[in-house]
């Protein structure tokens, strides 16, 4: 399966953004999903996933509260709604799935999508 992350672009501080991250090539039946960022200077991190079949999610400590992670079975499309961001959220946000139990860790990740970049001014 492919994946391709959209959404991205500028925003000002407190301002909110929907990212996108669909499949193309196969479904996300029985992965779960995960979003991730890196900024310059910083490793890749993750910001959120769900288990496509049971709706499980995970939140990076500072997603929670300002990001929701969804998706929509009949579109093959996972969803990050990010509100109240902050310049510091400034990244370029990819997506990427896995089979694995957990859900945060980065590196049992694959079939990483171009990312889509995120700029939040202040």
């Known amino acids: 399966v492919q994946l391709q992350a959209s959404g991205g672009g500028l925003v000002q501080a407190g301002g909110s953004l929907r990212l996108s991250c669909a499949a193309s090539?196969?479904?996300?039946?029985?992965?779960?999903v995960g979003w991730f960022r890196e900024s310059p200077g910083k490793e890749r991190e993750v910001v959120a996933a769900?288990?496509?079949?049971?709706?499980?999610?995970y939140y990076e400590a500072f997603a929670k509260g300002r990001f929701t992670i969804s998706r929509d079975i009949t579109k093959n499309t996972a969803y990050l709604q990010m509100n109240s961001l902050k310049p510091e959220d400034t990244a370029v946000y990819s997506c990427?799935?896995?089979?694995?139990?957990?859900?945060?860790?980065?590196?049992?990740?694959?079939?990483w999508g171009q990312g889509t970049q995120v700029t939040v001014s202040s």
């Open positions: 090539g196969g479904s996300f039946s029985g992965e779960t």
């Open positions: 990427a799935v896995t089979r694995a139990r957990q859900m945060n860790a980065v590196g049992l990740y694959t079939n």
């Open positions: 769900i288990k496509w079949g049971g709706e499980t999610t």
